[in-house]
T-cell receptor
Framework: QKEVEQNSGPLSVPEGAIASLNCTYS??????FFWYRQYSGKSPELIMS????GDKEDGRFTAQLNKASQYVSLLIRDSQPSDSATYLC??????????FGTGTSLTVIP | DVKVTQSSRYLVKRTGEKVFLECVQD?????MFWYRQDPGLGLRLIYF???????EKGDIPEGYSVSREKKERFSLILESASTNQTSMYLC?????????????FGPGTRLTVT
């Protein structure tokens, strides 16, 4: 079983819609969770981090964490064509090791 | 702003060559990481280091070695490059100290082994 699993997509949404990205993880002791955005040919850039159960909002982005279900999600409101990218879910376990999902490809259609 | 730089954006090497990939960070981070990224496989950890001269194997260390002689610099070495090491290599760094800190990535090196 992979440490972190994401649907690979591709996920397509129209401009202005809400994009919903999901991630599950296997290690119950995981403490920290991150969402990275990666444009084609570029390196990942951090967009959200979340450490506690519940929701965390930052502009158009909302991260949701449910540790009991081992589930993390990212909502992008008012999606823009510039949001088209691959979104990576990352989980930090003990010992400063990070595990990444394979990413979900998002396309926002103008 | 944290800045992580890598020595090359693109590199082409021949099978059997020794390859050095260098990574430098300017934020005095303790932890540094080397990943490779392949389509459908995501980011996979090769090695990481939590201090000068310290190193730990990641998930796929075979065929690689690392060196960390200075805090700001972490080198990845391919002792004898093979075609299956053609990939995007990403370096990252993060603070340590008991808290939780996000990783900052360098721009990546796309290595092609022919």
């Amino acid at each position: 079983q992979k440490e972190v699993e994401q649907n690979s997509g591709p996920l397509s949404v129209p401009e202005g819609a809400i994009a919903s990205l999901n991630c599950t993880y296997s290690d119950r002791v995981s403490q920290s969770f991150f969402w990275y955005r990666q444009y084609s040919g570029k390196s990942p850039e951090l967009i959200m981090s979340i450490y506690s159960n519940g929701d965390k909002e930052d502009g158009r982005f909302t991260a949701q964490l449910n540790k009991a279900s081992q589930y993390v999600s990212l909502l992008i409101r008012d999606s823009q064509p510039s949001d088209s990218a691959t979104y990576l879910c990352a989980v930090e376990n003990t010992g400063n090791q990070f595990y990444f999902g394979t990413g979900t490809s998002l396309t926002v259609i103008p | 702003d944290v800045k992580v730089t890598q020595s090359s954006r693109y590199l082409v090497k021949r099978t059997g060559e020794k390859v050095f990939l260098e990574c430098v960070q300017d934020m005095d981070h303790e932890n540094m990481f080397w990943y490779r990224q392949d389509p459908g496989l995501g980011l996979r950890l090769i090695y990481f280091s939590y201090d000068v001269k310290m190193k730990e194997k990641g998930d796929i260390p075979e065929g690689y070695s690392v060196s960390r002689e200075k805090k700001e610099r972490f080198s990845l070495i391919l002792e004898s490059a093979s075609t299956n090491q053609t990939s995007m290599y990403l370096c990252a760094s993060t603070e340590s100290g008991g808290g939780t800190y996000e990783q900052y990535f360098g721009p990546g090196t796309r290595l092609t082994v022919t």
